[in-house]
């Protein structure tokens, strides 16, 4: 039988305090990366939707999702991470403080000729070379981007819009990324990466950090409302770099006021529900095509920076169906009228909304959301991490009905 859900609870759990260090991701780092982003064009603080509605329908105490579509015009959060990371090369290499910092700055014509010889690499499938582009952009700074086979058009395109170099290679995400790797070793550019491997961890770091800016407004913003903070976070995961960093924000700001944190994987690149089952602590990686609607989780090699701290402190490890994210898309879109605020989800910002919605409705998952906690006293958090970033697939999902 094809299982919808499969999942791991996570032995290696460790108390708060006692799990991997969050220094990196604590509320003072987060506030610096959030003075940082404040000064960028486009900057808004983006949407935190409150599905009453839904919440009242699942049995559940709330349910927030932070919505991730509005970010910089760019359709998904990935520009956090790029710009920040983008900002603290450039800071390093001008030998300034950051937080002194800003695009405006290092456009005067003195730091531009400093700078101008910069080319940033990576690979992408989609969302974080667009956001290294468009970071690139404000700089007046070249991008090159890799994308992985089967990659979508348009966002090659999107990519392009930006002023960037863009190829869809034949191979898949991991390998993309390593051909990234040998061509800024070999032709002197930066490899902008969002996963990290021995010897190359400290862009990766500051791109985690990066991430931090929505966990903050998301903190800020249910407690402006008076909204309960969340006790469940579900936090979908490709290397882990988004995932980890969101998850240490919440745990260093909370501590054990957080009871359950859950990480979901598509079936078809679930690298850290597998590095969970083999239960040795290590992470493991998965190979193949990695076929998934959820192309911005089709990653099969961990982030071995993110992974401790996934680790210390995920207490299940979920992986799914492309059809629950797909689910997740239609119930974000269309709530039942005068309920909800309807919002657009792409395939990889949708899949906690979808996960969720099983769990509190197949009576075959009764018992694993008995586990989770989740009841009328839990309060659940969820990223929305992009929208219709594949406006042609996202159409045929909504709209079409297409069966994945």
Request: contains cysteine.
């Amino acid at each position: 039988m094809h299982e919808l859900i499969k999942y791991q609870f996570n032995t290696r759990r460790k108390k708060y305090g006692t799990g991997a260090a969050l220094s990196l991701l604590n509320g003072n780092v987060g506030h610096e990366v959030l003075a940082f982003h404040k000064k960028l064009p486009n900057y808004a603080v983006t949407p935190l939707h409150n599905l009453a509605h839904l919440s009242r329908r699942l049995g559940l105490g709330s349910i927030h999702i932070k919505d991730e579509s509005w970010r910089f015009g760019l359709n998904a959060f990935k520009g956090l991470g790029g710009s920040y990371a983008v900002g603290k090369y450039l800071a390093d290499k001008l030998q300034c403080d950051i937080n002194s910092l800003s695009f405006a700055a290092l456009n005067t014509p003195e730091i531009k000729e400093k700078i101008k010889d910069c080319v940033f690499v990576t690979a992408t499938d989609g969302n974080h070379g667009r956001g290294v582009a468009w970071a690139a952009e404000q700089l007046g700074l070249k991008a090159v981007v890799y994308m992985p086979k089967g990659s979508s058009l348009i966002r090659a395109e999107n990519i392009r819009h930006h002023g960037a170099e863009c190829t869809i290679t034949d191979l898949n995400y991991d390998d993309a990324v390593r051909l990234a790797h040998r061509r800024a070793q070999t032709k002197g550019w930066v490899l902008l990466q969002d996963t990290a491997w021995t010897g190359y961890e400290e862009i990766p770091t500051w791109i985690m950090q990066g991430y931090m800016t929505l966990a903050v407004e998301a903190y800020e913003q249910l407690a402006e409302t008076n909204s309960p903070l969340p006790t469940h976070l579900i936090l979908q995961a490709g290397v882990g770099s988004f995932a980890g960093s969101v998850m240490g924000y919440f745990v260093e700001k909370m501590q054990e006021n957080i009871h359950n944190i859950i990480v979901v994987e598509p079936h078809q690149a679930n690298c850290l529900y597998q590095s969970a089952v083999m239960n040795d602590g290590q992470p493991h990686c998965v190979t193949g095509d990695m076929a998934t609607i959820m192309a911005g989780l089709a990653c099969g090699e961990p982030n071995i920076i993110s992974w401790p701290i996934i680790r210390d402190n995920t207490s299940c490890f979920i992986s799914a169906d492309d059809c629950l994210a797909a689910k997740g898309m239609r119930i974000s879109a269309a709530p039942r009228p005068g309920t909800d605020t309807p919002f657009i989800s792409g395939e990889s910002g949708a899949i906690g909304v979808g996960l969720l919605y099983e769990l509190m409705n197949n009576m075959h998952y009764q018992d694993l959301a008995n586990r989770l906690q989740l009841d009328a006293n839990a309060h659940v958090l969820l990223i929305s991490t992009e929208g219709d970033t594949s406006p042609d697939i996202y159409e045929d999902i909504v709209w079409n009905g297409r069966s994945v």
